[in-house]
């Protein structure tokens, strides 16, 4: 009996040889379509809602988003944190000589606006001393509206939003964070359909050798299709915890990790979310926006009052009081309108002040396996049984080609 095995073997020896590398490739292929699965594409392509796909992590960005908000927010950092590390004096130092160039042209607006020759027939030199006084108490007006903002801060700022909103619009983005801090468990993926591929490659050709039944190609391209995808996902979390066995200790592949990871999550974060100008953006676009402007425009035109106060009465009795009020409220607007353009000048100062990458990074270094799994199994888990699944359809339909091209059916 075995030297008939041994002269079939021979005498198809290609064929049997080829069943490892086909098995191997199937593992392998099967293995990298997940990881792309998972990313690509962007936008739903097909007929919605089943004839189509689009990558798992864009398709569930709003829950992805909101999962990275929890684990920076719970773990990381809070935005009274953000907001206290930020000087209001110096922030006003940074701002001053920018509102310096910005105080002539809105008093020149709001004037020419409303009281054109009230304000032509003004002279020269009461015009600069009401814009030296404006200039003079313009840091302190910014003073004031930091430490509004930092006192209520929970009332006038939803980092959570900005986040989400952030990841949201930015698929992209949200791609890159997950497909970075994971590349190397992306690349095992990969590589582990490719051995563990093979080796059930050489299983199955030991099987087919002696029981050449037709199921048994189809079956074991199933069991590749899906076994190498279950068991990389499973070794890049399982165990959590180190755990020696003898002289050799597992612990999953990402987990093992962490420090690495958390290093390039710090800098990613930092970088591309919680960045000053998105930060600023959240504070004047997010859902509590209009609080702030309320805030903002009451501290302006009480600076209006304070620096016309000596000649309150002889300005509304030449502009009128309604005329007054609108002027004061127009102020305000153009200070406003100017905050995106005015504040990216401390973006410089607010990125040495707040120190993210540092801190996200220390941070995360220091989370318990479970409270740092969360950070990159949401990709996988919302629904890894379709990517195995996947895995396996194409495996079976590899074997089905295998039992009928290349062993005649």
Request: proline fraction near 5%.
């Amino acid at each position: 009996m075995m030297e008939a095995l041994l002269t079939e073997f021979i005498d198809n020896l290609w064929l049997y040889l080829s069943m490892p590398v086909i098995s191997g490739i199937v593992g392998y292929g099967t293995n990298v379509l997940a990881i792309k699965m998972m990313f690509e594409p962007l936008e739903f392509i097909g007929k919605p809602p089943f004839l189509g796909w689009q990558g798992i992590v864009p398709r569930r960005a709003a829950k992805m988003a909101a999962i990275s908000v929890e684990t920076i927010t719970t773990h990381l950092i809070s935005q009274q944190e953000i907001f206290a590390r930020l000087d209001a004096e110096r922030v006003a130092d940074e701002l001053e000589p920018v509102l310096n160039d910005m105080v002539e042209n809105i008093v020149d607006q709001v004037m020419t606006e409303y009281e054109p020759g009230f304000w032509e027939a003004l002279p020269q030199f009461v015009k600069r001393q009401i814009y030296q006084r404006v200039k003079r108490d313009a840091p302190r007006l910014i003073n004031e509206i930091m430490q509004q903002l930092k006192l209520n801060i929970s009332q006038m700022y939803d980092l959570e939003d900005m986040v989400v909103t952030k990841l949201c619009e930015d698929k992209a983005l949200l791609n890159r964070i997950f497909s970075e801090v994971g590349a190397q468990e992306f690349t095992f993926i990969g590589r582990s359909g490719l051995y563990f591929g093979f080796l059930f490659g050489l299983v199955q050709m030991l099987v087919w050798l002696f029981f050449q039944q037709g199921w048994l190609l189809p079956a074991f391209g199933l069991l590749v299709g899906y076994a190498t995808n279950a068991i990389a996902l499973k070794m890049i979390f399982s165990p959590k915890e180190p755990v020696k066995v003898g002289p050799v200790t597992f612990q999953g592949l990402f987990m093992k990790r962490q420090k690495e990871v958390s290093r390039d999550y710090g800098r990613l974060v930092s970088s591309y979310v919680l960045t000053p100008a998105n930060i600023v953006e959240g504070i004047l676009k997010g859902p509590y926006s209009d609080k702030v402007f309320d805030m903002i425009g009451r501290h302006v035109q009480r600076a209006v009052d304070e620096q016309t106060n000596l000649a309150k009465p002889f300005v509304t009795f030449a502009v009128g009081t309604q005329t007054y009020r609108e002027m004061k409220a127009r102020a305000a607007e153009q200070l406003i309108a100017s905050l995106p353009t005015t504040l990216k000048h401390i973006e410089d100062y607010a990125d040495e002040a707040l120190d993210l990458e540092n801190t996200l990074s220390t941070r995360l270094e220091s989370l318990k396996p479970q409270q740092f799994e969360g950070m990159l199994r949401p990709a996988f888990e919302q629904d890894e049984w379709i990517l195995i699944t996947v895995g396996a359809a194409l495996g079976l339909a590899v074997g089905f080609f295998q039992l009928v091209v290349m062993f005649g059916g």
